[in-house]
């Protein structure tokens, strides 16, 4: 589904004696790093929740303020970063990905998320967990998190200049230590009981058009995950290059995993799982990630849009509605969109799911193109339909496409709680839900 790199760092480090090799269930993983010093760190302590007070002002829009002055430097904050940590500690440069451009866009994409979060504690604690137990597929000891927290507000120090007051640094320190603590006891609970990463037997590689490959892997154990989370893959030919793609149907009993994956121009992973993967290869996959479930208590109608292979997230939660029978309660409405006729990936398949389940409606948008049906951009196209406040709204697909779709939903009456989306393929949706629940904020006043 995304040819887009993985979380923010290939692994942390640490400040103390050699930890002991991470047991990954017959995988290696990478050697800790040579220990620069000799003082062991501490495990992080449980610390105050961000948001708290502090000196009159919250933790919250302490941080929040201060990534407003970073933010227009995002991208060099994000090279200093690696550049200081690569510096200090030039044994854990061997862990990271080759090509570092897409390594740093994620550290951004995750720093952007959970600022995003930091007020909303249980949403939090849910984005970091996920973190933490990714990570695992790293190697990552609870010992690797203080230096990187030390680069981390070194450089947010160097970039905010003069803004960087005490206070803010309090609130960093804390807010940091937070996400520490809830990514280090999520991957201890689940060291007890799953692997840290699966190898992955390549069982069927089917061409389509539009240099888009079905490929279904036989995991070596048992997989468990929900139906519109995503995982990360790692390929023989690009080691250490994770990517991450949603499997294309609700979870089954044999753990077997099909993706539908694009080959993306200047896509490393993406090119070898099209072009050169074939049956009987291994690959190796990440756990399970993303919130972008259904919730089988809620009587809300489902809308459900898609763009390219965003449709396999998507196609997932829509037979796991199947699944469940809760569809005499809830009707799914589906939008898939492309530029062209033939670029409406999975279309058929979906009309065909449409004539077994009369609660499903399928529509389709083409924007360039003139075809029987609907012309226009997907945005353009929903923008015909609604209002859509007694729906529960599902996004996947091209960031520009599905931030501009939010946009219309949010106007057509759609409630920013109700949007859900993966956060890897869509952090512009961030600045989306911010207006729009600043337009709550000022509709209450």
């Given at each position: 589904m995304r040819d887009a790199p993985h979380n923010g760092g290939g692994t942390w480090f640490r400040r103390g004696p050699a930890a002991p090799e991470p047991v990954t269930h017959g995988v290696r993983a990478p050697e800790p790093a040579p220990q620069p010093g000799?003082?062991?760190?501490?495990?992080?302590?449980?610390?105050?929740?961000?948001?708290?007070?502090?000196?009159?002002?919250?933790?919250?829009?302490?941080?929040?303020?201060s990534l407003a002055v970073v933010e227009p430097h995002v991208e060099e904050l994000a090279v200093y970063f690696y550049a200081i940590l690569f510096a200090r500690y030039p044994a854990v440069r061997a862990l990271f990905p080759a090509n570092m451009d897409v390594q740093r866009d994620r550290l951004l994409r995750a720093l952007l998320r959970i600022v995003e979060l930091v007020d909303d504690p249980e949403s939090l604690t849910r984005f970091c967990s996920h973190l933490g137990r990714d990570h695992r597929k790293f190697g990552t000891q609870a010992a690797h998190y203080p230096a990187v927290g030390e680069c981390l507000l070194d450089t947010l120090a160097r970039f905010a200049g003069p803004a960087w007051t005490p206070e803010i640094a309090g609130a960093w320190e804390r807010a940091y230590g937070a996400v520490a603590d809830i990514m280090v006891r999520a991957a201890e609970q689940d060291a007890q009981h799953s692997p840290a990463v699966w190898n992955a037997r390549v069982?069927?590689?089917?061409?389509?058009?539009?240099?888009?490959?079905?490929?279904?892997?036989?995991?070596?154990?048992?997989?468990?995950?929900?139906?519109?989370?995503?995982?990360?893959?790692?390929?023989?030919?690009?080691?250490?290059?994770?990517?991450?793609?949603?499997?294309?149907?609700?979870?089954?009993?044999?753990?077997?995993?099909?993706?539908?994956?694009?080959?993306?121009p200047g896509g490393r992973v993406s090119q070898a799982l099209v072009d050169h993967t074939s049956v009987g290869d291994w690959l190796r996959v990440g756990p399970p990630q993303g919130d972008m479930a259904i919730d089988p208590a809620s009587r809300d109608d489902l809308l459900c849009?898609?763009?390219?292979?965003?449709?396999?997230?998507?196609?997932?939660?829509?037979e796991e509605v199947a699944r469940q029978g809760i569809s005499h309660r809830r009707s799914v409405d589906l939008f898939v969109g492309a530029r062209t006729a033939e670029e409406l990936y999975g279309l058929d398949d979906m009309l065909r799911m449409s004539q077994r389940h009369p609660w499903l409606t399928v529509r389709a948008a083409v924007s360039e193109q003139n075809i029987v049906g609907r012309t226009g951009s997907l945005p353009q196209v929903l923008a015909e339909f609604g209002p859509w406040h007694r729906h529960e709204a599902y996004l996947s697909g091209p960031q520009q496409m599905i931030s501009a779709a939010a946009d219309v939903l949010l106007r057509r009456g759609l409630a920013p709680e109700k949007?859900?989306?993966?956060?890897?393929?869509?952090p512009a949706l961030a600045s989306s839900l911010r207006r729009a629940r600043a337009q709550e904020e000022e509709d209450q006043l």
């Open positions: 000799s003082e062991a760190a501490p495990r992080p302590q449980t610390p105050q929740t961000p948001g708290a007070p502090s000196d009159g002002q919250s933790d919250t829009a302490l941080i929040r303020a069982i069927g590689h089917v061409r389509h058009q539009s240099g888009i490959a079905e490929i279904t892997v036989q995991p070596d154990q048992p997989y468990f995950y929900t139906a519109g989370q995503y995982l990360s893959v790692e390929s023989p030919w690009w080691p250490r290059e994770w990517r991450h793609y949603s499997p294309a149907h609700a979870p089954r009993a044999d753990s077997v995993l099909t993706f539908h994956i694009r080959s993306v849009v898609a763009g390219g292979t965003g449709l396999a997230p998507i196609r997932a939660l829509i949007l859900h989306y993966d956060p890897w393929g869509a």
